[in-house]
C-alpha cells in the first residue's frame, strides 16, 4: 500500500472499499460544501452510500479507467483527489479534487494534483489531461492555473446542478507542456 507524504503532516493514499466508514464520516462533513461542485452520486449518504461509490471506482480502476485518491490531514479523511475518467488508448484523462472546508487553503489538492499527472505523464504516458469546473467555481478555476493548464473553453449550460444550468470551464494541459514545466522525463516508448 502506498502513501506518499504531502505538505503539513498530509498524506495521499489510494481510497478504496474498506475506507467506506471513513469515507462516510468524511461526507458528512464535507457534503453541503462540495455538493455544488461534484456530481450527486459521488455525495451519496451514509456508509452503504459510501460503499458503493468507493466501488464504483475500484471497478473502473479495475478496467483502467478512474481512480480515486484520499487526502489524510492529521490522520483524518479531509479531501481527495481523482481521475474521473481515463481513456488510455485515446491518450487522455481527466482529473478533479474535493475538501472539507477545514483542509482549505494549504495547497494539498495543487500538490496532490501535481502527484496524479505526473503519474499521467510519465508512467502511462498520456498526451492529454483535462481538468473540468462549474465557471463559478473560483477556486477550482485557481487550481487548474496553478497546474499550468489552460482555459481552453467554456460548455455553456453544461452542468445542471438544483434546476439551473451552469457554464462548464475547460481546462487542460498538454504532455510536453507539463513535462517542460515540471522538468519530468518523457514517458517510455512501450507505454
Same mark, same amino acid.
Given at each position: 500500500?502506498?502513501?506518499?507524504?504531502?505538505? $503539513?503532516?498530509?498524506?495521499?493514499?489510494?481510497?478504496?472499499?474498506?475506507?467506506?466508514?471513513?469515507?462516510?464520516?468524511?461526507?458528512?462533513?464535507?457534503?453541503?460544501?462540495?455538493?455544488?461542485?461534484?456530481?450527486?452520486?459521488?455525495?451519496?449518504?451514509? /456508509?452503504?452510500?459510501?460503499?458503493?461509490?468507493?466501488?464504483?471506482?475500484?471497478?473502473?480502476?479495475?478496467?483502467? #479507467? *478512474?481512480? %480515486?485518491?484520499?487526502?489524510?490531514? $492529521?490522520?483524518?479523511?479531509?479531501?481527495? +483527489? &481523482?481521475?474521473?475518467?481515463?481513456?488510455?488508448?485515446?491518450?487522455?484523462? =481527466?482529473?478533479?479534487?474535493? %475538501?472539507?472546508?477545514?483542509? =482549505? #487553503?494549504?495547497?494539498? /489538492?495543487?500538490? *496532490?494534483?501535481?502527484? &496524479?499527472?505526473?503519474?499521467?505523464?510519465?508512467?502511462?504516458? &498520456?498526451?492529454?489531461?483535462?481538468?473540468?469546473?462549474?465557471?463559478?467555481?473560483?477556486?477550482?478555476?485557481? /487550481?487548474?492555473?496553478?497546474?499550468?493548464?489552460?482555459?481552453? #473553453? /467554456?460548455?455553456?449550460?453544461?452542468?445542471?446542478?438544483?434546476?439551473?444550468?451552469?457554464?462548464?470551464?475547460?481546462?487542460? +494541459? &498538454?504532455?510536453?507542456?507539463?513535462?517542460?514545466?515540471?522538468?519530468?522525463?518523457?514517458?517510455?516508448?512501450?507505454?
Amino acid at each position: 500500500m502506498f502513501s506518499l507524504p504531502l505538505r $503539513d503532516g498530509a498524506r495521499l493514499a489510494a481510497l478504496e472499499v474498506w475506507h467506506a466508514e471513513e469515507f462516510a464520516e468524511h461526507m458528512d462533513r464535507a457534503r453541503e460544501h462540495i455538493r455544488p461542485w461534484v456530481g450527486p452520486a459521488f455525495v451519496a449518504g451514509g /456508509v452503504d452510500g459510501a460503499r458503493a461509490t468507493l466501488r464504483r471506482y475500484a471497478e473502473a480502476q479495475a478496467a483502467d #479507467g *478512474a481512480r %480515486l485518491y484520499g487526502i489524510w490531514r $492529521d490522520g483524518t479523511l479531509s479531501g481527495g +483527489v &481523482l481521475f474521473t475518467d481515463v481513456q488510455a488508448a485515446a491518450g487522455w484523462c =481527466e482529473v478533479g479534487c474535493w %475538501l472539507e472546508p477545514s483542509a =482549505e #487553503g494549504r495547497g494539498l /489538492v495543487t500538490q *496532490a494534483c501535481r502527484v &496524479l499527472l505526473d503519474w499521467a505523464f510519465t508512467a502511462r504516458g &498520456l498526451h492529454r489531461a483535462e481538468w473540468h469546473c462549474r465557471a463559478d467555481n473560483d477556486r477550482s478555476a485557481a /487550481v487548474a492555473a496553478r497546474l499550468g493548464m489552460t482555459l481552453e #473553453g /467554456v460548455r455553456r449550460e453544461a452542468w445542471p446542478y438544483e434546476g439551473v444550468r451552469y457554464d462548464k470551464q475547460v481546462w487542460a +494541459v &498538454l504532455a510536453p507542456e507539463w513535462r517542460a514545466a515540471n522538468r519530468c522525463p518523457a514517458a517510455p516508448a512501450n507505454h
